[in-house]
Structure formats: C-alpha cells, structure tokens
C-alpha cells in the first residue's frame, strides 16, 4: 500500500497499491481488502500509460 484516502463522493476510499502483477493484485484483494470489516464493494482502476510519477515536492 502506497497511499490510502478517505473520500467524499462515490467511493468512500481510495487505496493505491504497487503489485508485481495482476495475479499479486488479486491475491492482494481477496487475502486483505476484500477482509476488512464494513467493505461491501472493490472497484478497480489499472492505469494503461504512466505519464507522470514523482514523489518530489515541487519546491
């Protein structure tokens, strides 16, 4: 897990992860966030071209 967020509107939270592949992923999903108490739902966004990805701060 790289990063989690509390949301307002159609999701209640936001959680990016880093898997090796999908198979990691949904190994990920179903042995963890398909347990925690209170998730109903996953949806899943695999992006398709990373276009722009930093962890500096733009100082």
Do not use: W
């Not at 990691?24 to 108490?37: A, M």
């Amino acid at each position: 897990v790289m990063e989690c967020y509390l949301m307002m509107g159609d999701c209640d939270a936001l959680v990016r992860i880093v898997a090796a592949g999908i198979d990691d992923y949904r190994r990920f999903q179903s042995e963890h966030l398909s347990r925690i108490k209170g998730v109903q739902n996953v949806k899943t966004d695999v992006p398709s071209q990373i276009i722009k990805q930093t962890s500096e701060m733009p100082l």
